[in-house]
């Protein structure tokens, strides 16, 4: 009887300890997801607060209104979407394959980060100092009734060279591990999804948009945002910096 006793008193030692561990690794394992959730958020935060300044739907909206203003509602909205897509692989194109591009010319990662934040703070300076200061296509000089979609509603309008130069820093960081891929993929997608997503709104809807903001609420919103990206590119000319001054011999 002792030793059936002394087995079962074993067993359940083991049952306990057993138990603690499990509960222990599913904590950390809680842990883990949450940090990583939260690098996600803050890189999609990151990303869409680095490329909607210079993207800037809201200012687009009113030359889009403008350059469309002979067209249908449903044709309006089919162009939209077309800008909209074509956004969005312009951007991830710029993230994913641009640094590599800048690679093939020898240039090493904090050489980009510090030219490009230092686009990033001029942008954001000019814009934080002057509204108007991002270059738009005239609507006159566009003729009517022709494919609008790439040239110029794409590109320049809406990806110009600042968001193209934004979105090849932003991908300047490499990701060194698997887990560093899984989080900064998603992140770089949603980020570039919820910018698209605002410009098929704010063209979309550009005369509502035009009678609800107005001028003044449009000013106010691009100069706070332009003030997050002056921000966002000294961080970058930093990081960038500090590699290159860890490089120095002594």
Known sequence: MCGREICLSR??????????????????????????????????????????????????APIFLAMT??????????LAWRVTVNAFILLVASVATGTY??????????????????VVSTL????????????????????QRRNLAFYPLTMPLTV???????????????????????????????GVTLVSATVFVAYRYADRLSRMIGETGMTVLLRLSAFILLCIGVQIVWNGASALLRTLPG
């Not at 002979?70 to 909205?77: G, K, L, T, V, W």
């Not at 934080?128 to 738009?136: E, G, K, W, Y």
């Open 11 to 60: 067993r359940r030692g083991l049952r306990a300890r057993w138990s603690e561990v499990t509960i222990s690794e599913r904590d950390n394992l809680d842990t883990f997801m949450t940090a990583d959730l939260r690098q996600i958020v803050e890189g999609v935060l990151l990303v869409f607060a680095a490329l909607f300044p210079i993207v800037n739907p809201l200012g687009g």
């Open 69 to 78: 203003s002979d067209y249908a509602p449903e044709e309006r909205a089919s």
């Open 101 to 118: 591009v800048l690679e093939f010319f020898g240039l090493s990662v904090p050489v980009v980060q510090v030219g490009g934040g230092v």
């Open 124 to 143: 954001g300076w000019r814009l934080l100092q002057d509204p108007s200061a991002v270059d738009r296509p005239s609507p006159q000089a566009a003729p």
């Open 160 to 190: 110009g060279p600042g968001s193209i130069s934004v979105a090849i820093t932003i991908g300047a960081n490499h990701p060194d591990s698997v887990r560093s891929l899984l989080i900064n993929v998603p992140a770089i997608l949603i």
